[in-house]
């Protein structure tokens, strides 16, 4: 309250004063004016008074230069005229003046006016005159005055109208100001202040619902943003610590961001960790007259960011967003994630026909099916192959350029978008440590063999110090392949190959999400419901199944419908009871086989609902876009089963995340026996996804499984998820490549 008093007592005296210069301005400038009009009207009529009555002055007319005094007393409000011939001889036009005519007399013996008219202001008995004095020359020779006074009152009376309206005008004007800053401090300040003194009250109190709340006005915004991560910064040192309380009581060995950041950090030993890829972890686009900042949909973007937000570093991609250029240095570079940066990221240009052949070409009509056993041909072409050469090549010399002033750099390349990369780097540099992780399937050495260039692949995937597949299974296929294609020795009991100088470890390192000890200990009571989740989609339905792929034909989906046509058939007491929501986001569809899937799902989904579709429910739901994790999550949290029904995968992350998502401790995960997590997830229903009866049959026992039963296997698998989570995949593969020739 005294700050407001302080504040509005300063506002009104400023007021006041600003009000107060103003009006002395006002008052001088006015009475300038009025006291000059007056000064000229007088003179103007004394001068029209002598010229008409020139003899009647000089002869004393009375009768006659009172008429003529009258007429112009109507004009100029004058008081009084007298003619001064000598101070014996006086002649009084109005005898008003009479009783004041010996103080008016005294400024006749001053001689100013004797050079031509004077005028003065002057006060008689509180009554303001202004008198005109003016000679009359006659025959040459000054020998009368003539003197006028006029009323000035007015002057006075206008001046003092001018200082009393001023005043109320302060004064109101006061009035307002002081009331609009009280409403300005009370709505525009003060209540911010206390919003943010909530804000940060609830910061250290973990009190989440407070800080979500949305700022009282706009100004606050970025505020909010930097409060709410001071929020999350708080919440996970609390974790952390609470984290580690555990794990010294419980002597578990659980690995977190924070732990695996010393520990890379001394295995580093100041080198700079760089992870090379072709799909950025953050690209930037239009929207509008605005860049935003979106996550691609990517496995290996999910499992690999965690790891660098951790420890730093630099990540090498290429830049596809459209307005990616926009955003990074002159050294195309750009500090990522934006909201809080913790690690480089290098952009590396590829252009549309680059994209045409080394991409969508020889990477994923060529490797991509070769490594998936999912009976789509491969397709080969030599100019594919020539452009996959030069992209590898291209990012060869960004990399050298990066790490020359590097000792013992080393690179983690990802992916079999750059199999020729290790021995482009090792052939530079020897002193590089090399780890290439594979993210898809290695076939086995017949289906490989097929490759037109299966040894150049093989050659540059072995200049590696350290090659890495999801399953020991994957492993055994890729040496068995080298033992076969090249003149190499395996050396089967520390799954190692040697090419003259040259030994590259082979070793399985089983990919994961980012979850942690108190994510497992993050549940909830209540999961949310699935008929509001679904209630935008306009289908009613008590039981919900999810799927979330790419649209590939890898993936199962099209074995999944079927599996769910036929769940429908053999068990109808679920029509109109269970829906099945496949969230599908298309890819790659410039390459026919891909747009050729699509338009297969489509049909496919489209037939089974018209075989079965009701009033206000169909059994599949197909979202066809991508969507973002937070939008995926209400599906994840409300879902009474996942499928992960893959042909053939690596790992599938989506199996994963399904089970950090189940903080309600339910739910049951049928996962294809396919899929590299199948070896981890053991808990699931596994199934084999062509065959469409068993998947059907698993559906059902999926939905009639018990709730105690659905938690054991719950908790069994976010347990594991717990002990071998992306940190402990990052700490084994880096260890590994650091250990590798005793360094």
């Known amino acids: ?18 009000v107060l210069c103003f009006t002395i301005y006002q008052v001088f400038g006015e009475r300038s004016r009025l006291r000059s009009d007056l000064e000229k009207r007088t003179l103007l009529y004394a001068d029209e008074f002598c010229s008409k009555n020139t003899d009647a002055i000089a002869h ?33 036009l109005n005898a008003s003046i009479r009783p004041n005519l010996s103080q008016h007399l005294k400024y006749l013996l001053q001689d100013g006016y004797r050079k031509g008219p004077v005028g003065n202001f002057i006060s008689v008995k509180g009554q303001n005159i202004y008198q005109l004095m003016k000679p009359l020359k006659l025959n040459g020779q000054l020998s009368i005055i003539i003197v006028f006074y006029a009323d000035a ?48 009250k609830a910061v250290r109190h973990g009190d989440i619902e407070t800080l979500q709340e949305r700022p009282p006005v706009s100004f606050l915004i970025p505020l909010h943003a930097e409060i709410n991560q001071m929020a999350q910064a708080m919440r996970e040192a609390r974790a952390i610590a609470e984290e580690e309380v555990k794990l010294r009581t419980n002597a578990e060995s659980v690995w977190t961001p924070e732990r695996l950041k010393e520990e890379v950090k001394r295995l580093l030993d100041n080198r700079t960790m760089i992870v090379v890829s ?14 935003k900042c979106i996550v691609p949909a990517s496995g290996m973007v999910t499992a690999m960011e965690p790891i660098l937000t951790a420890c730093g570093g630099l990540w090498i991609a290429s830049g596809t967003g459209d307005a990616d250029k926009e955003t990074v240095d002159k050294l195309d570079k750009v500090r990522v994630p934006p909201e809080k940066p913790m690690y480089t990221l290098l952009r590396v240009w590829i252009s549309e026909e680059d994209e045409k052949h080394f991409y969508y070409g020889f990477s994923n009509e060529g490797i991509w099916p070769l ?41 983690l390349v990802q992916d079999y978008h750059f199999a020729l990369l290790p021995q482009m780097i090792k052939k530079a540099r020897p002193d590089a440590k090399v780890a290439i992780f594979w993210h898809i399937p290695w076939p086995n050495p017949e289906s490989f063999s097929i490759c037109p260039w299966q040894h150049e692949i093989l050659r540059g995937m072995l200049g590696a110090d350290l090659i890495g597949f999801h399953t020991q299974y994957h492993c055994n296929n890729f040496l068995e392949t080298v033992n076969r294609t090249l003149e190499s020795r395996v050396v089967w009991d520390d799954f190692s190959v040697k090419i003259a100088n040259q030994t590259t470890k082979v070793k399985p390192f089983p990919i994961s999400i980012a979850f942690t000890l108190k994510d497992l200990d993050q549940l909830e009571i209540l999961k949310p419901n699935s008929a509001e989740v679904l209630k935008k989609y306009g289908v009613k339905c008590q039981l919900m199944g999810i799927g979330v792929d790419r649209i590939d034909y890898t993936k199962g989906i099209i074995e999944r419908f079927l599996a769910v046509e036929r769940f429908l058939d053999k068990y109808p007491k679920y029509q109109g009871v269970f829906c099945f929501v496949q969230i599908g986001a298309p890819s790659r569809t410039l390459i ?110 999926a939905l009639e499984m018990g709730k105690a039963e659905q938690q054991r296997r719950m908790r069994q698998m976010r347990q594991n998820l717990v002990s071998s989570n992306i940190y402990f995949w990052a700490v084994n593969l880096i260890r590994s490549l650091v250990a590798i020739n005793g360094n």
Not at 1 to 18: D, Q
Not at 381 to 386: E, G, P, V, Y
Request: glycine share 4%; proline share 3%.
């Open 371 to 411: 490594c998936h056993i999912a009976h789509t041909r491969p397709v080969f072409r030599k100019d594919d192959w020539l452009f996959y050469q030069k992209i590898n090549e291209r990012y060869a010399k960004t990399i050298l350029a990066e790490i020359k002033n590097e000792d013992n750099p080393l690179i």
């Open 592 to 701: 026919k086989t891909y747009s050729d899937i699509v338009l297969e799902v489509e049909n496919e989904a489209n037939r089974i609902n018209g075989r079965f579709k009701q009033k206000d429910w169909k059994p599949i739901l197909l979202l066809k876009s991508h969507h973002s994790h937070d939008e995926i999550m209400p599906f994840y949290k409300s879902s009474d089963l996942c499928m992960v029904t893959s042909l053939h995968d690596g790992m599938n992350l989506v199996a994963k995340e399904y089970v950090a998502s189940r903080t309600c401790i339910d739910g049951v995960l049928i996962l294809s026996r396919f899929a590299g997590a199948s070896q981890e997830l053991t808990e699931a229903v596994i199934v084999n996804p062509y065959d469409i009866e068993q998947t059907a049959d698993a559906i059902n026992f």
């Open 153 to 200: 009152d007015y002057i006075h009376k206008t001046i003092m109208d001018i200082w009393l309206s001023n005043f109320f005008r302060w004064f109101l004007q006061a009035l307002l100001v002081a009331w609009i800053t009280f409403l300005v401090l009370r709505w525009g300040i003060f209540t911010p202040i206390n919003k943010i003194a909530a804000w940060i």
């Open 1 to 18: 309250m005294k700050l407001n008093l302080t504040i509005i007592s300063s506002i009104v005296v400023a007021v006041g004063l600003v």
């Open 60 to 92: 004393g007319n009375k009768n006659r230069l009172k008429g003529t005094f009258n007429n112009i007393e109507k004009k100029i409000e004058l008081l009084g005229t007298f003619i001064y011939y000598n101070k014996d001889s006086i002649l009084i």
């Open 278 to 291: 072709n799909r950025e972890p953050y690209m930037h686009i239009h929207s509008g007259k605005e860049i």
